[in-house]
């Protein structure tokens, strides 16, 4: 991927919900946001798959035993075995990493860990992996920054928003063995 110039300035961080779809407005990226009541699990946001069609995320952050920072967005349903994704990343022995730690690094809360939060890491500390089932959707949905509302844009939209970062997502497919 190539990645193209020029784009509009990142929203400050902390970005806000309204800064973020601003950015995406900016980029031309088409969205719709859905408000709800704060989802904390996968299980609690079932109603809102309904509502909602596309591919709904489960978001990671996780940290290697040498403190490197990995974000990684998967498809609700993929099973994660975090005992041996290390092997496959090529890193230290994985961790959740830390409220602490996620409010340093992507400026959001446990619960509320999007990919959309990457507008938060302009240094690009945070290593950034995306499902291959996830990609396999036309619609892919993420929380705008906190989880009490979830906001769907296309594939093609979340290439662009990585583009516009500066980033190359890394893809994975975490059905192989």
């Known amino acids: 991927m190539t990645l193209s110039a020029p784009h509009p300035a990142l929203p400050a961080r902390p970005a806000t919900r309204e800064g973020l779809l601003a950015f995406l407005d900016a980029l031309g990226i088409a969205h719709t946001t859905q408000d709800h009541a704060p989802v904390f699990t996968v299980a609690q946001s079932d109603g809102i798959k309904a509502s909602m069609p596309g591919g709904h995320t489960k978001n990671l952050f996780l940290k290697d035993k040498k403190g490197a920072l990995i974000l990684i967005s998967a498809l ?18 994985l961790s959740f990493g830390s409220p602490d730690r996620l409010a ?4 959001v809360t446990p619960g509320s860990v999007t990919a959309f939060a990457l507008v938060n890491d302009p240094q690009r500390r945070v290593r950034f ?17 906190k989880n009490d509302a979830t906001t769907a844009i296309s594939r093609a939209g979340l290439l662009t928003f990585l583009d516009a970062l500066g980033r190359e997502p890394e893809i994975l497919d975490f059905s192989a063995a």
């Open 76 to 93: 609700q349903s993929t099973q994660i075995e975090l005992k041996r994704l290390h092997e496959r990343l090529g890193c230290g022995r």
């Open 104 to 107: 340093d690094a992507l400026c």
């Open 129 to 145: 992996i995306l499902d291959a089932a996830l990609m396999a959707h036309e619609t892919l949905n993420f929380h705008p920054l």
